[in-house]
């Protein structure tokens, strides 16, 4: 794509002389262990009962041909992202020079348009209790760990990802392993039809999982008493 | 259960309806005291529905703030500096703001009387437009979800505060005859409109995609379906618009009955609009 | 578990040194990529946090870690990128181990029971009042009889340090929890080819038989090998087919899972063999050359095992076994692996041996990608070193199970009731078989509250375990990022040394334990007269370290104890490469395992003054080092006859079938067809009974229902989150269904690690009440959304032991499960000690001098019987 061609101004893939951070997420390599939700729990002190990763999972055949399927989720630091367009005070904003999406806690109102326009859940509300970190009841969500990846460390759930099926690097240099990943294999967006540029690229995706299925409308009730208890608790 | 499973909730909740449903009121009877002006029919209403709209317009504009999770930032959002002009909510915000500058402006007008009056309800029912607009936009921009997506959300949410406005005032109207005749046309024409537009609406999303028939689904069935189709469709807008067509609608209690089932429906619809296509991404 | 030190030197001292690699497929140009950790930021001002490296022990597969300070807190932990096996990643458990420190429930100071045994009444202590206690009721135990102080633990990390307080106290009643892990796991194994365990090269392998492993969520070990299956499965193409009577993690990652029916994993590997055998697909050099039989013994001896006898037992088509079979013998390297699945049943042993005989028949034995020896390294006790026990414990070494060298602690209950033993004074350590074993509260429960039986009980431990509860005084322990301890575990192909170190002041009162140890002999021996004090002259948990590590060879050389402060782990055998996720030597090649260590050659040195048998068994002053083959002095396997022992005849002595064989449980063949096998499982994110209280793991995962088939649902007429009753001949419970694909229609299976009735408020969702022991609360706890603590199956589960490895077999239970009636609420659970001394009676029935052993074994009928065997001098533990 030509500079001239850039649908979107904000877009940084292939802008010249600019990083453009991605994660491709092998999900051929995921074993579903959690080392990243908890790592990144740890990582920023993120309080029960929200998450800026999670790695949900599905049971997907009939007996005896059974299959258990993880599609580790997080934000996607979409290249065109509603979130960003959507916060009225700009709290939520991209950096140019990375891609990455973040917040400004100190700005953020908490109006949540940036959670209603984010496609993939990606984004949630603080609660006002943490351990020991002072930011509450404003929008949080993954950072692509800005502040490790600018101290050239891969973000904490790739760190300790055990399939190693997170990898992160620089799109925009095609000798990254990203890059390589991108090019040589197969790859899937989450809901592409959102046209978000979502950079997090799956490979192996299965469609059990990014697409609604009918048991959206039946609510899987493996996950009722679940859900409830959680309404009950944050007074939903 | 099971081993292990993970969810998220709805991002805006119940307030947010009510806050819809209060502003499309406020945004009704702007435009009522504004038609006075040209419609003598109106007169005696003027200033009440005005005062009607300042009042709630203060209940909504701090609901609103109150369901920020950091009211004391909102003034962050008149911030120039930090203005995002992408934003629906921005520009809702200064609609609101200006709307309700302009609002006091006339409601001090009234009182002292004399002509400008007239031309400051113009400016308020320009900016009172806005706000059914906007928020109609908040949704639409979502392009993401089923139904909040489609274009004609702002248009319904005009008709809906049309309606409204005209439910509302149609209790403050009295026993003024000519009044209520007046209401009751306006609410015959809005309350129809927007029974055309949730027709439009609930056809194309049952014909489209998964996501959309799901949504269809979500909002057709179980308790969204009773509040929805049974409250919003059937005894706000279908049966209003009977009620108002058989001859005990044209009598007072007859268009109170029917406003005050608008009411009922506008809020019922609200709420399931927000809240039903929400709900399918809550599992995704 | 506690490996035994491998002490055989030869299998010590593989080199550090690395061969030449492999060079991966060239890519020209590579990026600057970010690094795989090593550092760590805080997110809120950027500031560098201070990293100390120690050792995981969430659970026992011991990770290199890094934890990383701020404001002297633990705030964050890693892998440590320098540690072979670990790579840099830990597990979600290991992620979040600073919460055995913070937890606001942990006890902070000593504390002395003021209310009935288990009313939860305590009085805090100094140390001094309870070292005193301690001291005077030890003083008057020694007077008895030494044996009479009962030591049970379960985690043993010390590194001898528990052994040498038995020691030093004269009593070898020392009891652990292998009987309840995996015991017969190790005990099919040890006296095959040595070690209690396998290494599988899964990076390299082609193909991988796994028979019972939870590899991607536990077993031993579970990020290391994880870390290696999915390179194997995605870079190397390899083919994993998973036999589970559920679908684990693994089962569905696996190429293929099969669904196989309980306990009979030995029949299908017996068969996998036949075919092998039949279609000659074996490695007759290998068997000819280095195992204890010939390839006609081995074809004659499984003409038995047909195809069509194991799938009428196993429900696994012939078809299944006879593909299986041709695949695995042709696809070269192949491996296999299993953990408790196949070893927790009444005979473990013998499916374990079924098992690990497919990859010894197949020559895939010590291979790249085969079926590896352990690797471990050991280290040096402080001298001096008290000596052993005068006397042997029936509790440590039951007479009834010679064979089972793991000892069979979960019917020391039974044989405490009976007064086969006296017990004075009863210390816990890291173990709580109150929640943890068969019979759980009514059983441990039951022997720990009844003061007769044990008279004075100490719980040396930092959490209100089910079995602390109990307890007449609490020693605060700390938890693993307070210890000094030493380790080594052969989780990977490269063997290393590493240590734990405290990462701040252990908190509150709280006495890391092999300090608190110290003190209490210290109370004993005041001025070292008992001859006690010797053995424990140590400043603190530093200084005894130095006495492991400061002469280790090599490590002494690279700075002894003070790089292992530094870096956590020794040798280092490269650097982690951000690009790979391996390590590379300095060349940037990946390193490269030594394989075929059974073929090193013994030096000229070695072989001076040693003497070469009829069988090539080379033995130098009464040992055996070697083995002599084509002329080649090898050092062979680490067993007697340095060979691998297909036949073991050890165990016919006993009247054991010596050659790979399958039992049938006999009361799986008249089961009934309205009932099931209850099995149980362990889930990714939580450790036994340990986790329950770790806040990040029980948001993930806080309640275990029941996993039923939707057949059975049906049957039932339940679905997910409906009540049912599950009732075993021991007891009943109550608990939610939840119905699922992966899961054989006769199987239930209920994970362990929920349904806590102690271990703090959190773990029993009681979060009203405030921290009691001295532990500061986490706001966070005010964001627990859940409302479901789960039920504990292990009431209900009888004991049952394996006559040879005396494992219980847990996933044996024969259960009713109905729709809950409209009395049973969820959560009801009923265990009967009565009933549970019932099984245990039935099950020592078994053992080689129970009547039902000789029903089990018409091919042994020329057996003379127990009365033949010669009672063997114990070796003590
Ligand atoms: N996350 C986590 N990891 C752990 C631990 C932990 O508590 N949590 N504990 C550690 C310890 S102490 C141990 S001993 C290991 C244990 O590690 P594993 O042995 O791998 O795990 P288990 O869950 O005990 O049992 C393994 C599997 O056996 C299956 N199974 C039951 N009966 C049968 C059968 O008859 N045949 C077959 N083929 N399978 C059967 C179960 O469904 C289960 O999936 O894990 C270690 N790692
Ligand atoms: N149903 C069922 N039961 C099982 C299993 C199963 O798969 N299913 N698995 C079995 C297996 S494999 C095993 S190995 C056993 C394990 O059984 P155990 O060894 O009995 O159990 P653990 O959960 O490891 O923890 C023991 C206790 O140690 C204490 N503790 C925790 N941290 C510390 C510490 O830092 N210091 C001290 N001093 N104490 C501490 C706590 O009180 C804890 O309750 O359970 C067995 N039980
Ligand atoms: S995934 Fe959601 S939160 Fe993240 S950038 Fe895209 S729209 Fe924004
Ligand atoms: S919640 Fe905060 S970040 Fe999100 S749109 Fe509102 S102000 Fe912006
Ligand atoms: S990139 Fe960082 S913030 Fe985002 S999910 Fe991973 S660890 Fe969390
Ligand atoms: S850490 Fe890696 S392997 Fe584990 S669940 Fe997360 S993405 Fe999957
Ligand atoms: S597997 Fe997990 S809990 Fe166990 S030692 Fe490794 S990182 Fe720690
Ligand atoms: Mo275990």
């Known amino acids: 794509m030509s500079e001239e061609l850039r649908v979107s101004p904000i877009e940084t893939r292939e802008a010249p002389g600019k990083r453009r951070f991605a994660m491709v997420v092998d999900t051929r390599r995921c074993i579903g262990c959690m080392a990243c939700q908890v790592a990144c729990k740890a990582e920023y002190d993120t309080p029960l009962g929200v998450n800026r990763t999670w790695v949900p999972y599905k049971v997907v055949g009939k007996y005896p041909n059974v299959k258990k399927q993880f599609l580790p989720r997080l934000c996607n630091h979409c290249d065109d992202p509603p979130c960003v367009r959507n916060c009225p005070v700009e709290a939520t ?94 790859t899937q967006v989450l809901r592409p039809e959102e046209g978000t540029k979502p950079h997090v690229f799956y490979i192996g995706a299965d469609r059990n999982q990014t697409e609604f299925g009918r048991d959206a409308y039946r609510k899987p009730d493996v996950m009722e008493l679940q859900r409830s208890a959680f309404k009950r608790h944050f007074d939903i | 259960m099971g081993d292990f499973v993970w969810f998220h909730d709805v991002s805006w909740h119940a307030t947010y309806a009510i806050y819809f449903f209060i502003i499309g009121i406020v945004a009704g009877l702007t435009f009522l005291s504004f038609l006075s002006w040209h419609n003598e029919a109106l007169r005696p209403i003027r200033a009440s529905s005005a005062w009607g709209a300042f009042v709630l317009l203060a209940i909504g504009g701090l609901l609103l703030i109150a369901d920020l999770s950091q009211p004391l930032r909102f003034f962050n959002i008149l ?133 959309q028939e799901l949504t269809y689904l979500i909002l057709t069935t179980g308790t969204m379906g009773l509040i929805f189709v049974g409250i919003g469709i059937v005894a706000g807008t279908a049966a209003p618009i009977a009620l108002l067509l058989a001859p005990f609608g044209r009598q007072q209690l007859g268009v109170v009955l029917a406003g005050m089932l608008v009411l009922a429906g506008g809020a019922a619809l609200r709420y399931a609009l927000l809240m039903g296509p929400q709900q399918l991404q809550t599992l995704y | 578990m506690d490996f035994p030190k491998i002490t055989r030197r030869t299998f010590l001292q593989v080199s550090a040194g690395t061969t030449a690699a492999v060079a991966v497929a060239p890519r020209l140009l590579h990026a600057m990529e970010n690094e795989l950790g090593g550092k760590d930021f805080s997110p809120e001002n950027a500031a560098e946090r201070k990293a100390i490296p120690v050792n995981c022990h969430v659970c026992n597969i011991q990770d290199g870690a890094i934890a990383y300070v701020e404001n002297d807190r633990v705030v964050k932990l890693e892998g440590n990128p320098e540690h072979v096996s670990t790579r840099g990643r830990l597990c979600a458990k290991g992620n ?138 995605v870079d190397n193409h390899m083919k994993i087919v998973t036999f589970d009577v559920r679908l684990s993690n693994t089962a569905g990652f696996s190429d293929e899972w099969i669904p196989v029916f309980p306990a009979t994993d030995g029949a299908v590997a017996l068969a996998i063999g036949h075919v092998i055998l039949r279609e000659d697909l074996q490695d007759s050099e290998f068997i000819d050359t280095w195992t204890n039989v010939t390839v006609d013994e081995l074809k004659a001896h499984y003409a038995q095992y047909t195809p069509e006898w194991a799938a009428k037992i196993s429900g696994v088509s012939v078809q299944t076994i006879e593909r299986i079979a041709r695949e695995f013998a042709t696809t070269k390297p192949a491996t296999l692996f299993t953990y408790r699945g196949p070893a927790k ?113 100490i719980s040396m431990s930092s959490h209100m375990g089910e079995e602390t509860a109990l307890a007449d005084i609490i020693l605060p322990d700390c938890p693993y990022l307070e210890r000094w301890e030493p380790e080594s575990m052969p989780n990977s192909l490269w063997p290393w040394l590493g240590i734990r170190q405290p990462v701040h002041k252990s908190l509150g009162e709280s006495r890391e334990n092999r300090v608190l140890l110290r003190d209490i002999i210290w109370k ?3 001025d070292g007269s008992r001859g006690m004090k010797q053995f424990w ?10 006495h492991h590590f400061d ?49 090193k050659e013994l030096s000229g040195a070695d072989i001076e003054g040693a003497m070469v048998d009829a069988h090539g068994l080379i033995t130098k002053n009464g040992k055996a080092i070697g083995i002599r083959r084509d002329g080649h002095d090898y050092v062979g396997f680490p067993t007697g006859n340095r060979l691998i022992n297909v036949r073991v ?35 990714n994110v939580h450790k036994q009974s340990r986790t329950a209280a770790v806040k990040w793991l029980a948001e993930i995962a806080h309640s275990n229902p029941a996993w039923m088939n939707p057949e059975t649902a049906k049957k039932l007429g339940v679905k997910t989150g409906d009540l049912v009753r599950v009732e075993s001949p021991v007891g009943y419970l109550v608990t939610k269904a939840y119905v699922t694909e992966g899961i054989h229609p006769k199987v239930i299976s209920i994970a362990t690690g929920f349904g806590h009735w102690e271990y703090g408020r959190l773990a029993t969702l009681k979060l009203k009440d405030k921290p009691a022991f001295g532990g500061t609360e986490d706001p966070d706890l005010d964001n627990v959304w859940w409302d479901d603590r789960g039920v504990h199956p292990n009431a209900i589960i009888p004991v049952v032991a394996d006559p040879i490895g005396g494992s219980q077999g847990w996933y044996d239970t024969v259960v009713k499960v109905s729709k809950a009636g409209p009395d049973d609420k969820y959560g009801d659970i009923h265990g009967d000690w009565d009933r549970h001394y019932a099984a245990y009676k039935e099950t020592m029935r078994y053992a080689y001098t129970g009547d039902m052993h000789r029903k089990m074994h018409p091919e042994m009928a020329s057996w003379a019987g127990p009365e033949s065997v010669k009672p063997k001098a114990s070796g003590g533990h």
């Not at chain 2, 609101?96 to 004399?114: A, D, P």
């Not at chain 3, 064979?403 to 007064?419: M, R, Y």
């Not at chain 3, 004075?424 to 929640?435: E, G, K, L, M, S």
């Not at chain 3, 006993?654 to 362990?682: A, C, Q, V």
Request: aromatic share 12%; hydrophobic share 35%.
């Open chain 3, 96 to 233: 979040s181990g600073m919460w055995y420190s913070y937890d606001p429930d942990r006890i902070l100071y000593p504390l002395k029971r003021v209310g009935a045994r288990g009313e939860g009444k305590w009085k805090r202590i100094t140390w001094d009042e309870a070292l005193t206690e301690v001291a005077g009721k030890l003083d008057a135990a020694l007077k008895e009889d030494p044996n009479t102080i009962m030591l049970k633990y379960g985690r043993n990390r010390t590194g001898g340090t528990l052994e040498r307080f038995m020691k030093t106290l004269g009593s070898a009643t020392v009891l652990n929890h292998t009987s309840v892990c995996e015991s017969s796991k190790k005990v099919g194994q040890e006296p095959t080819w040595g070690p209690d365990i396998e290494t599988p090269d899964f990076a390299n392998a082609k193909y991988v038989l796994n028979f019972g492993s939870n590899i991607l969520e536990a077993a031993y070990f579970h990020n290391p090998l994880s870390q290696r299956v999915t390179e194997g499965r």
């Open chain 3, 649 to 683: 005849d050890e165990w016919a002595e006993y009247g054991f079938n010596p050659m790979p064989t399958f039992k049938r449980i006999p009361w799986h063949e008249t089961m009934k067809d309205d009932e099931m096998i209850l099995s149980t499982f362990k889930l």
């Open chain 3, 345 to 457: 049943h009444l005979y473990g042993s013998y499916n374990e041996k079924a098992c690990m005989m497919l990859p010894i028949m197949t020559g895939n034995v010590e291979k790249r990608g085969g079926y590896c020896l352990p690797r471990g390294m050991g280290w040096p006790q402080p001298m001096p070193q008290p000596s052993g026990p005068k006397q042997d414990s029936v509790l440590a070494h039951p007479p009834e199970y010679p064979l089972a060298a793991h000892k069979v602690s979960h019917l020391v209950p039974f044989w405490i009731a009976e007064g086969r033993q006296k017990i004075n004074v009863a210390f816990t350590y890291q173990d709580n078989p109150v929640y943890t074993n068969p019979g759980a509260q009514a059983v441990w429960g039951k022997l720990y509250r009844d003061e007769k039986l044990i008279p004075y009980f």
């Open chain 3, 537 to 546: 002259e140590f400043k603190d948990g530093e200084d005894y370290m130095r």
């Open chain 2, 79 to 211: 911030n120039p500096f930090y203005l995002n002009f992408g934003s629906p909510l921005a520009w809702g915000a200064l609609n609101i703001v200006s709307f309700g500058i302009v609002l006091v402006v006339y409601l001090f007008m009234l009182r002292k009387g004399g002509g400008g009056g007239r031309w400051m309800a113009g400016i308020a029912a320009l900016l009172a437009l806005g706000l059914p607009i906007y928020t109609g936009f908040d949704l639409t921009v979502h392009q993401s979800r089923p139904v909040w997506n489609t274009p004609i959300i702002p248009v319904l949410f005009v008709a809906m505060a049309i309606a409204s406005g005209s439910a509302a005032a149609s209790l403050l109207a009295g026993s003024n005859a000519e009044t209520r005749a007046t209401l009751r046309q306006y609410l015959l024409w809005s309350t129809g409109a927007v029974g055309v537009m949730l027709v439009s609406i609930l056809g194309t999303t049952h014909h489209g995609g998964s996501a």
């Open chain 3, 524 to 526: 004993l021996d005041p």
């Open chain 1, 93 to 186: 904003y991209k950096v140019e020079d990375g891609g990455f999406v973040l917040q400004r806690y100190e700005r953020c109102i908490g109006c949540r348009s940036c959670m209603a326009a984010c496609p993939y859940n990606a984004r949630f509300m603080l609660p006002s209790h943490r351990t020991y970190t002072p930011i509450t009841n404003v929008v949080d969500k993954c950072t692509f760990c800005f502040h490790r990846v600018t101290q050239n460390l891969v973000p904490a759930c790739v760190q300790t990802c055990i399939g190693r099926s997170r990898v992160f690097g620089d799109l925009n240099d095609p000798n990254s392993e990203v890059s390589y990943l991108v090019a040589t294999n197969a």
């Open chain 3, 551 to 599: 002469n280790v060879p090599g490590l002494k050389e690279a700075g002894g104890l003070d790089f292992l402060k530094k870096h956590g782990v020794w040798p280092i055998y490269g650097t982690l490469d951000p690009r790979t996720g391996k390590v590379t030597d300095k060349t940037g090649r990946e390193i490269q395992a030594e394989y075929g260590l059974y073929k």
